[in-house]
Structure formats: C-alpha cells, structure tokens
C-alpha cells in the first residue's frame, strides 16, 4: 500500500480523536444502550435506536481514523533542513499580483486540508505551483477562472 504525506500536527489530531473515540464515546454509547435496552420492548424503544445508530458512526469513523493513519507517512517539517524551499508541510505567505492580497497557506495532506483553516492540500494546483520554489519567486496558478500570479512573500517551518 502507498503510504501518504501527513504532518505531525495533522497526526497528532487524529491520535487524539481516535482516543476521545475509543475511551470516551464508546464506553459512553455502550452505557446509553445497556440502559436503553432496561426499558423494555426494543421494537418500539427510540433511545435503543439512537444509542445504536450512534454507536454504528463512532466504530466507522475509528476505523476510518485507524486506516487513514495505517497509510500515513509522518512528516515533521520542524525536523526537515530550513533550506527556504517549499516542501510539504510549509506555511507559505503569498502575494497576488493583480489584487495585492495576502494570504498565508500551509501544505499538508489530502486528509488535513481545510481551506477555512488555509491548509491546503499537496495535491491543489496551489500548491503544486509552490512546491520547490523559494521566497521572491513567482508562480503562475492555473485556477478554473484563469491564471493567478502571485509572488512568495515569506517560507517558513512551523
């Protein structure tokens, strides 16, 4: 299996909420059955079907968290050389050139990115156009509404 680029933070994430999951939400859920099922007839028992509809999510979503981190490969770009090249993980400030906006991305995984958050995944036509290029450098976006210039203000490994 081809293991995928993820951050440490973005790792570190999913550790957590595998553990919430398992340790919190599971005991949680089994108690709310055990206690569902004590009222009686289990046909009609709406409490019953909840708890274990929810209970169906949680395990779906620990094993989707277990997979997702079977195939990770951990990158901590605090430990990479700070050669002032983009590389995955990076937090990358941009200037375009047409509006003058700023704006700062970091490049992280297919499974951590959030573009509300600016973390952008790897594979975006942004961050294909900014990996391997350095500070000063200009990069031309290839964006569905057109080409976007923008000049690299700042790297940095955070």
């Known amino acids: 299996m081809q293991k995928h680029p993820m951050t440490k933070e973005g790792a570190d994430a999913l550790q957590a909420e595998l553990n919430k999951l398992k340790k919190e939400e599971r005991p949680r859920i089994s108690e709310a059955i055990a206690v569902a099922r004590d009222h009686g007839d289990l046909k009609e028992n709406a409490e019953y079907h909840a708890a274990r509809e ?67 995944s790897v594979n975006s036509p942004i961050a294909r156009a900014l990996v391997g290029k350095e500070e000063g450098d200009e990069v031309v976006v290839q964006a569905p509404g057109g080409n976007i210039d923008y000049e690299i203000v700042e790297v940095q490994y955070i």
């Open 54 to 120: 929810e209970q169906g999510l949680v395990e779906a979503r620990i094993n989707q968290i277990e997979h997702i981190l079977s195939l990770a490969q951990v990158i901590d770009i605090t430990k990479l050389p700070q050669t002032g090249k983009i590389v995955f993980g990076s937090t990358v400030t941009v200037v375009n050139l047409d509006t003058d906006d700023e704006i700062t991305y970091k490049i992280v995984g297919n499974e951590e990115s959030d573009i509300k958050a600016n973390k952008i």
